[in-house]
């Protein structure tokens, strides 16, 4: 056959890929059975189109979801490679791409699969900058395939939490709620206590009924319910 005679019957045969090709009394027996086999495929075009269609829709929420968030933010894949940067993260570096050691160090942390943080410091556009990466989670579920979340906070700053939010999403008390502000921050434990003048157990009784009340199954889950309550991630 003839390119153009190929081309217009591979046309027609995709035109017709949800019909029964049987049926079709236009078609040879050797068209048919060509249509038997490149019928397949075209199907699997069209899922394959269908599932990045609907990757793109979620990859370009998620990029507005993080990019309401006023402090860096990196997303990563479960293997630790570099999915998004939000606009304060991007802000930070001077671009879309990492820095190799920020990028090492956060690739560590998320395939560690531990909820400490860690801080490292890294060398920017503006001179070399201490950064502490502080783990949360996206509002997606759980498993493997998930996203991992890390906050890129320069050393000194907090992730902003107004206690009132708190207060309103998730029926904290106001210790309750001063005390998850002050977890977001980074601060341990002992330095909650110690900056509340309150003992170490009653914060982590404070802890337990915030974890209970936000479904929150660790500090960083609850870093990252209470980020998106004051910033409607």
């Known amino acids: 056959m003839r390119l153009e005679a190929v081309q217009k019957l591979l046309a027609q045969l995709e035109a017709k890929k949800h019909e029964a090709l049987d049926e079709d009394e236009t078609l040879t027996e050797s068209e048919i059975a060509l249509g038997r086999l490149v019928l397949p495929l075209f199907r699997d075009r069209e899922d394959l189109e269908r599932q990045v269609s609907a990757l793109a829709e979620k990859a370009e929420a998620l990029q507005m979801a993080v990019d309401h968030i006023p402090v860096p933010v990196l997303v990563l894949d479960a293997s630790g490679a570099l999915l998004i940067l939000n606009r304060a993260a991007r802000t930070l570096v001077g671009g879309p791409a990492l820095p190799e050691l920020l990028h090492r160090e956060a690739r560590r942390l998320v395939t560690a699969a531990i909820h400490r943080e860690r801080t490292v410091e890294v060398p920017l556009a503006k001179g070399r900058k201490r950064l502490r990466l502080v ?74 009924v915030a974890f209970g009340k936000s479904g929150a199954k660790n500090r960083a889950e609850l870093v990252t319910l209470a980020v998106a309550a004051v910033f409607g991630m």
């Open 135 to 208: 783990p949360g989670q996206l509002p997606l579920g759980s498993g493997e395939s998930v996203p991992r979340l890390l906050y890129a906070l320069p050393e000194g700053e907090a992730v902003p939490i107004p206690e009132e939010p708190l207060i309103a999403r998730f029926g904290f008390t106001p210790r309750e709620a001063g005390v998850t502000a002050l977890v977001a921050q980074g601060l341990t434990n002992k330095e909650i206590a110690a900056r509340l003048e309150i003992g170490a157990e009653t914060v982590r009784s404070h802890l337990d």
